[in-house]
């Protein structure tokens, strides 16, 4: 299956603490992407890693890819309630024309 | 402007009917998708064309059918509607370019089959 496996499948935190979830797949990747839908809503890119990278940044956001464990990690750091969301990642194989999604990971951040 | 926009958002029509979901992007990308979200929220690739050519036809049935008549288009459309149809079909669009580019989504299409 070239799906990433998004792991926990939900999570709950307070809000302001760090949130982590976890993407594994299983053959060789060029990249790695995270989005996030909020409810009713498309899905919208969040960050893009490649197989070369290790550790990516973008605002709170940080993104690790362990290419010899085939995993990779989102961390969001002081959650906010718009954070509510699922996330999904996807592994980019050498076709680009093809962005597949696993079930994802739905945040609830608590006041 | 809205980067890739679907018509309609919202549609219910009643089983045995054909039904068809516009898509157009105006971000100049080659790559065009079409997803299927069920009620569990599983997001399933259905068809990817780049530059008009079919590529990814993954396991969907024939009453499916997409149209691609230039590279800013692909529409859905859908024969004899079942009941298990109904879902959120989303389009994308993004670059084939070497090593990968982002994905942009339109708003979804909310189909119930009644």
């Known amino acids: 299956s070239q799906q990433g496996e998004e792991d926990p499948q939900a999570l709950s935190i307070q809000e302001g603490e760090n949130a982590t979830m976890n993407c594994s797949y299983k053959t060789s990747i060029n990249n790695l992407q995270w989005y996030r839908q909020n409810s009713g809503r498309g899905l919208v890119h969040l960050i893009l890693i490649r197989s070369n990278e290790r550790e990516k940044h973008s605002g709170r956001l940080r993104v690790t890819l362990d290419t010899s464990k085939k995993s990779s990690s989102l961390l969001i750091t002081a959650s906010r309630a718009a954070d509510t969301a699922s996330y999904f990642c996807a592994p980019g194989y050498s076709s680009a024309s093809k962005i597949i999604f696993g079930s994802g990971t739905r945040l609830s951040i608590r006041p | 402007d809205t980067a890739v926009s679907q018509t309609p958002k919202y549609l219910v029509t009643q089983m045995g009917n054909d039904k068809s979901i516009k898509c157009e992007q105006n971000l100049g990308h080659d790559t065009m998708y079409w997803y299927k979200q069920d009620s569990k929220k599983f997001l399933k690739i259905m068809f990817s064309y780049n530059n008009k050519e079919l590529i990814i036809n993954e396991t969907v049935p024939n009453r499916f059918s997409p149209k691609s008549p230039d590279k800013a288009h692909l529409n859905l459309h859908i024969n004899s509607l079942e009941l298990g149809d109904s879902a959120v079909y989303f389009c994308?669009?993004?670059?084939?370019?070497?090593?990968?580019?982002?994905?942009?989504f339109g708003q979804g299409t909310r189909l119930t089959v009644v």
């Open positions: 994308a669009s993004s670059y084939s370019g070497t090593g990968g580019t982002e994905a942009f």
